[in-house]
């Protein structure tokens, strides 16, 4: 069976094509065979292309929004047979705590949750309508959501302390997100250490321009960072993490901004961004530090750690101990440096890192630890798209073979 997984952003879009069955998956033999991404949607889109095995190739191409960059990718694959199509979407409510069929219901479903990811569900729903204008009605569709992995935390991790109506009349809880991530390396670590689902405690940081920790018991989340939003939680990129809220009000009084401009400040002009003054890409920030000392650079980095250094503790304690902390996304797999200072100091809760393995440990599965140390440490490159893959066969009965 043929997949073709799709991750709409707001104006990017970015695609895997791969070949599995539920033999394949029961064997770990999925084949990818394409990925790639297209840039700038609305513009000259920059748009990358790879099919397993060839040359990468880069283009710069006038695409005006998704559907015309699923058409285009439809085009360079050339004939391939797309036998279901899988979609990330960011938001499922209370609603999905699984993946499924799409259907019009479900679309109804997704379109309500528009007010919970204004940035993330309209994309999504692009890209379904687009499939269907392009492939027909007839092909099958299945939503994975971010949310899913995360629905059935226990309410005294997704209750905020507020008046308890609010939560009976406008369902406003702790979601989390990156949840097809953390079940994804939850995964990826049972397959390691053939430990049984039942038995494995471990706390797992998708560490990225996004960021968020969670606490995973039995193979199923039982707290997580990020809120009702992808705001709360870790300091990120651009995006502020935890604060406190009466902030907001004041600096409303003071700056005169509005609701608009303050959640611009806090999800676009904030994090590592805000802290620097001078970007938001971790790796930019470790060079300014190495080659000009720069201050500001160092605080960001310093205050980045600090935050997941805290969520590990807290888990930690929540789990009541754990076998492994798992870093993953595209800071925890591949900047050691990142790393060694957030586990610095966690010594006396078991976690001892192999400084020579963790340098070499970049973009690759590998375990960072020293031998004895407590709660292990690992890192392990996460595959959303490959999950996403694996839902899809499995909610489309009639095509599994």
């Known amino acids: 069976?043929?997949?073709?997984?799709?991750?709409?952003?707001?104006?990017?879009?970015?695609?895997?094509?791969?070949?599995?069955?539920?033999?394949?998956?029961?064997?770990?033999?999925?084949?990818?065979?394409?990925?790639?991404?297209?840039?700038?949607?609305?513009?000259?889109?920059?748009?990358?292309?790879?099919?397993?095995?060839?040359?990468?190739?880069?283009?710069?191409?006038?695409?005006?929004?998704?559907?015309?960059?699923?058409?285009?990718?439809?085009?360079?694959?050339?004939?391939?047979?797309?036998?279901?199509?899988?979609?990330?979407?960011?938001?499922?409510?209370?609603?999905?705590?699984?993946s499924c069929l799409i259907t019009a219901e479900v679309v109804k479903e997704i379109e309500d949750c528009i007010e919970l990811?204004?940035?993330?569900?309209?994309?999504?729903?692009?890209?379904?309508?687009?499939?269907?204008?392009?492939?027909?009605?007839?092909?099958?569709?299945?939503?994975?959501?971010?949310?899913?992995?995360h629905?059935?935390?226990?309410?005294?991790?997704?209750?905020?302390?507020?008046?308890?109506?609010?939560?009976?009349?406008?369902?406003?809880?702790?979601?989390?997100?990156?949840?097809?991530?953390?079940?994804?390396?939850?995964?990826?670590?049972?397959?390691?250490?053939?430990?049984?689902?039942?038995?494995?405690?471990i706390v797992t940081l998708h560490l990225g321009n996004g960021c968020s920790a969670c606490a995973i018991r039995g193979g199923?989340?039982?707290?997580?960072?990020?809120?009702?939003?992808?705001?709360?939680?870790?300091?990120?990129?651009?995006?502020?993490?935890?604060?406190?809220?009466a902030i907001l009000e004041y600096l409303a009084v003071k700056e005169g901004l509005s609701f608009d401009q303050l959640d611009t400040l806090l999800n676009k002009q904030s994090g590592l961004l805000g802290i620097s003054g001078l970007t938001n890409d971790m790796r930019e920030l470790l060079d300014e530090e190495r080659e000009n000392g720069d201050r500001r650079a160092t605080l960001a980095i310093d205050v980045f750690c600090m935050r997941v250094r805290k969520y590990i503790g807290a888990y930690l304690a929540e789990l009541g101990g754990a076998d492994a902390v798992v870093f993953t996304g595209g800071i925890g797999e591949n900047a050691p440096q990142v790393r060694e200072r957030i586990v610095q100091g966690l010594e006396a809760l078991g976690l001892r890192l192999d400084t020579a393995a963790n340098a070499r440990a970049v973009g690759t599965e590998a375990r960072i630890s020293q031998e004895g140390s407590g709660t292990a440490l690992y890192v392990i490159p996460t595959n959303e798209e490959l999950l996403i893959a694996r839902d899809t066969v499995r909610a489309v009965p009639s095509r599994k073979n």
């Open 117 to 149: 990811a204004p940035l993330h569900n309209p994309a999504n729903l692009q890209g379904i309508h687009a499939v269907a204008r392009i492939f027909g009605k007839d092909m099958p569709q299945v939503a994975v959501f971010d949310t899913a992995f």
């Open 1 to 98: 069976m043929i997949v073709l997984i799709l991750n709409c952003g707001s104006s990017s879009l970015k695609f895997q094509v791969v070949d599995t069955d539920l033999e394949r998956i029961a064997k770990d033999e999925d084949r990818l065979l394409a990925k790639g991404v297209c840039e700038r949607l609305g513009s000259q889109s920059l748009v990358t292309l790879a099919a397993t095995g060839k040359p990468v190739e880069k283009r710069a191409v006038a695409l005006r929004d998704h559907e015309a960059a699923i058409t285009y990718l439809v085009r360079w694959l050339d004939g391939t047979k797309i036998d279901a199509v899988g979609h990330r979407v960011v938001h499922g409510g209370e609603r999905f705590k699984a």
């Open 151 to 201: 629905a059935e935390m226990p309410e005294t991790s997704y209750l905020y302390a507020l008046p308890y109506q609010y939560y009976r009349r406008y369902k406003i809880r702790r979601y989390g997100f990156h949840g097809t991530s953390h079940r994804y390396v939850a995964y990826r670590y049972r397959q390691i250490t053939g430990k049984k689902k039942e038995d494995v405690r």
């Open 220 to 245: 199923k989340s039982v707290d997580t960072s990020m809120g009702l939003t992808p705001l709360e939680g870790l300091a990120m990129g651009t995006r502020s993490g935890d604060l406190d809220p």
